[in-house]
């Protein structure tokens, strides 16, 4: 299962409604808040 790299939310990517490809992966969220926060610094997430 997927989990939120914002906040470490665990997530199912079959509800989740959030996400986005970033470098050819696919990051879920638990919130458009944490979205958001992802697409303004990706590489603070990444690991
Ligand atoms: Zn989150």
Redesign the pocket.
Known sequence: MPN?P????ILDEKTSKFKITYDGETYY???L??KKRFKRHPMKFIK
């Open positions: 939120d914002v906040c470490g939310a969220f638990c919130s808040t944490c």
